[in-house]
């Protein structure tokens, strides 16, 4: 992964996260980067590579998994909320493990953003409950700014596609929270919506010419009528 950043540093231009309302008035390529879920790795990575190339990220954590106490309970976490599919005594599963509060405050006071990704990881459009998916939804900002003493304005939902969210799901986010962060793919040069932000997805296992792919937007034509829909809810808010 520090070798995509390396190669993309060359043509690219990393934003801090309190530059998003300005990115549309920079005359460059820009880049944010942003990580899910709040698993140890990332603040590892953060420390040893995103400080050293001095890029700052946002950090979408699930609450109810930085709060897990030991490793034991931060794998069963995982394989009933985050990664159902992941195979048990494997390499992958036995480096899970979770960040915590401590590890969020110095990633704030290294000029990270934390923003919010529920409490449980659960798909959003599966709650019939208002309560419940107010609770995911709301409560893991109120958590966080309470521990961290630290406004949480940026929230990305749970898996991120079109399906997983809806037009009353946009409205209760929207009512919480500044910047909403999707899974789907799309450059956001001409913002149509203020809130709303589409995202890359990238894996270091990625070859330099598939992220030199999707960063072009030559993926993008398939998600165009998500992105619309998407669109459509921001409209009636």
């Known amino acids: 992964l520090e070798e995509i950043i390396i190669n993309l540093k060359k043509n690219w231009h990393f934003i801090e996260p309190s530059q998003l309302s300005t990115v549309n008035k920079i005359n460059q390529n820009c880049i944010l980067l942003t ?21 700052k990220a946002i950090f979408f954590v699930i609450t109810n998994f930085i709060n897990c106490n030991s490793k034991d309970e931060a794998e069963r976490f995982v394989l009933k909320n985050i990664d159902t599919s992941i195979i048990p005594k494997s390499v992958r599963f036995s480096e899970i493990n979770n960040m915590n509060f401590n590890d969020l405050k110095e990633l704030i006071s290294n000029n990270h953003l934390i923003g919010s990704h529920t409490v449980n990881h659960r798909k959003l459009t599966e709650i019939s409950d208002f309560k419940d998916l107010n609770f995911e939804i709301q409560s893991s900002k109120q958590q966080l ?3 961290l003493n630290y406004p949480i304005n940026n929230f990305a939902w749970t898996y991120g596609d079109i399906n997983s969210i809806n037009r009353n799901i946009y409205k209760l986010i929207k009512k919480n929270y500044h910047n909403i962060f999707s899974g789907i793919r799309g450059n956001n040069f001409h913002k149509y919506a203020s809130s709303v932000y589409f995202r890359d997805e990238l894996s270091p296992f990625y070859s330099k010419d ?9 993926s993008d034509f398939y998600y165009y009528n998500n992105r619309k829909r998407l669109m459509n809810f921001d409209k009636d808010v």
Not at 35 to 55: C, E, W
């Open 35 to 55: 990580f899910d879920d709040g698993y140890k790795s990332q603040k590892y990575f953060a420390d040893k590579v995103l400080n050293k190339h001095s890029i």
């Open 145 to 147: 700014e309470s521990v």
């Open 210 to 218: 598939l992220v030199k792919a999707f960063l072009n937007g030559y």
